[in-house]
């Protein structure tokens, strides 16, 4: 339990690899036949908290492939204690990740599951989480402005409930889907004011890209951004968030004739990655440096 708490809060602190050390342990530690009944003391049960965050925390540090099997793991062992409260969290930390990983309809296909179950067990803050994600997937789906609208309502009803925890990276998610600054500016007062960081590399890339697309705007100020991104990230040996961090700014580089910059900036990140190679960043990335070569 030290080590599901730890590895918890130091994951939401930005600082990956501590929490990755700490939640394997913990992992390494239960016992399902002697801790089998930890969801009734604890409200949600120890290995599948453990292990969702422990794929968060994978996914950020590079390991793509091993952080599917943790998230993976987390709903089946949840789906077979039964036990509503553990599944909530399951599914709303499996949206996270399917979120973070770009992956649209398996998203789609947990919010709706959460939804239900939320409805079910009487679950407000569950239900405005998967109603979240109910309306990205909405707005990734083209009905724009339908979920734009439910996003707002979901974070609204959240926030209402009094959680405040993963507010940011929502914010993230909504400014992304609105291609505006204006609440990664609210989501970095609030890592600021939180000291919630393990979004925070996520955030200014996302300003950045939302300055690109502003009418007249100077790249100057974009490019401050991915560069403070990739200085986060790097901090935080957050090799993916830097890798997206750097695919920004080697992209914006190349609209500007820095095809040799961009390429020397990408080639080293690109090459630290050993799994993953299935995944739309690193395909992604290797499509561009293909195209610098």
Known sequence: MGHRLVGSDTLQLGHFAEARTHLEQGLALYDPARDRSSAQIYAVDTRVLCSTRLAHALLALGYADQASVWNEEALAYAQQLAHPGTLALALWQACVFHK?????QRVAKLAEAHIALAAEHGFPQALASGEFDRGWVAALAGRHDEGIAQMRRALAAGCATGAERGVSASLGDL?????????????????????????????????????????????TEAEACFRKAIAVAQEQEANLWRLRAAMSLARLWCDHGKRAEAHNLLAPIYGWFTEGFDTSDLKETKSLLDTLA
């Open 100 to 104: 973070l990983c770009r992956e649209s």
């Open 175 to 219: 400014a992304e889907t609105l291609g505006r600054a204006g609440e990664t500016t609210e989501a970095l007062a609030r890592v600021a004011a939180s000291g919630e960081r393990w979004y925070e590399a996520e955030l200014h890339r996302l300003k950045g890209e939302a300055l690109l697309r502003l009418s007249g705007s100077d790249p």
